[in-house]
């Protein structure tokens, strides 16, 4: 998909105040735009920068139109940063392909079998619903701490999604009990 489509869905989808605004500085390969937007109820903006010699491939509009290129890759970068959930995983021309995961393994104690998350890079909601079955079936305070740990890894998580499912460990932790040491 080209990184116009990707602008316009955030214009429209990401609840926010106004449009996306763009600032640019310097020249050449140090030609850089700052993305800015400020979600509905925020006061601050939340922003991006990129540079053309970050974000530079072979497609002849860098060469033609650098600012617009900036421009599309600068939505593109803020997007999946600051609101992945409304683009889904969309992926721009100008970015390059994203690794397949099989699965992670989260390793529990040796007595009980390791949680593994299974998904592709892209299904941010079935990652989400394995992480939450993961924490609701959880059985220790450790094996929570480790699930937590994988969460807060989770590059692609969305900050709300991640604190909600935080939220849901922080339930279940309270509700376990430790055994308690034999002295």
């Not at 409304?86 to 721009?92: A, D, E, K, Q, Y």
């Not at 009980?112 to 989400?128: K, Q, Y």
């Not at 699930?147 to 807060?152: K, Q």
Request: aromatic share 4%.
């Amino acid at each position: 998909f080209d990184g116009k489509l990707i602008a316009a869905i955030v214009n429209k989808l990401a609840n926010l105040s106004g449009r996306l605004s763009y600032e640019f500085e310097g020249e050449g390969d140090n030609l850089a735009v700052t993305v800015s937007g400020t979600f509905a109820g925020e006061s601050e903006p939340k922003t991006v920068r990129v540079t053309v010699k970050e974000a530079k491939t072979d497609n002849q509009m860098w060469k033609k139109d650098p600012h617009q290129k900036l421009v599309y890759t600068g939505a593109t970068r803020w997007a999946r940063r600051h609101c992945p959930e409304v683009i889904l995983g969309i992926v721009s021309d100008d970015e390059p392909p994203a690794a397949t995961v099989e699965a992670v393994s989260v390793t529990a104690p040796a007595a009980e079998p390791p949680i593994v998350i299974e998904s592709a890079p892209l299904d941010l909601p079935n990652r989400i619903a394995q992480f939450k079955s993961a924490i609701e079936s959880a059985e220790s305070h450790d094996e929570l701490e480790k699930i937590v740990d994988r969460i807060n890894a989770e590059l692609a998580m969305p900050e709300p999604a991640r604190e909600d499912l935080k939220k849901v460990a922080r339930q279940v932790y309270a509700g376990l009990s430790e055994p308690v040491a034999a002295g």
